[in-house]
């Protein structure tokens, strides 16, 4: 498989697994960040630093770590690039829910 193939620039929702060999990280993160789409992506690694420097490094709106994709309602919910814009659930998504007004009254 490689990464010009249909199933690896589209998201697809469903039990699917797609493997694409790369030699190294740098290359991984290349793979991996090369599709217009960008829900979520996972990591497996025993290193907790590799893991956030990865994950940093994805242009995916959210990172799961040696988990598979989870979602819960204090948590945001969104991607990036053509897979959404703004946030549910969560603090961060009470912005794009409200829009603040200042409402100045002189009571003399």
């Given at each position: 498989?490689?990464?010009?193939?249909?199933?690896?620039?589209?998201?697809?929702?469903?039990?699917?697994?797609?493997?694409?060999?790369?030699?190294?990280?740098?290359?991984?993160?290349?793979?991996?960040?090369?599709?217009?789409?960008?829900?979520?992506?996972?990591?497996?690694?025993?290193?907790?630093?590799?893991?956030?420097?990865?994950?940093?490094?994805?242009?995916?709106g959210m990172v799961m770590v040696n988990e598979t994709p989870n979602t819960w309602p204090q948590?945001?919910?969104?991607?990036?690039?053509?897979?959404?814009?703004?946030?549910?659930?969560?603090?961060?998504?009470?912005?794009?829910?409200?829009?603040?007004?200042?409402?100045?009254?002189?009571?003399?």
């Amino acid at each position: 498989m490689d990464n010009d193939m249909t199933i690896a620039q589209e998201e697809i929702f469903g039990p699917v697994l797609s493997i694409i060999e790369v030699g190294d990280e740098a290359e991984a993160l290349t793979v991996a960040n090369d599709s217009p789409f960008g829900l979520t992506a996972c990591v497996w690694t025993n290193d907790l630093s590799r893991a956030h420097t990865v994950a940093d490094r994805l242009d995916y709106g959210m990172v799961m770590v040696n988990e598979t994709p989870n979602t819960w309602p204090q948590t945001p919910f969104g991607g990036t690039k053509q897979s959404g814009h703004g946030r549910a659930q969560g603090e961060e998504a009470i912005d794009s829910y409200t829009e603040v007004k200042n409402v100045h009254v002189n009571l003399e």
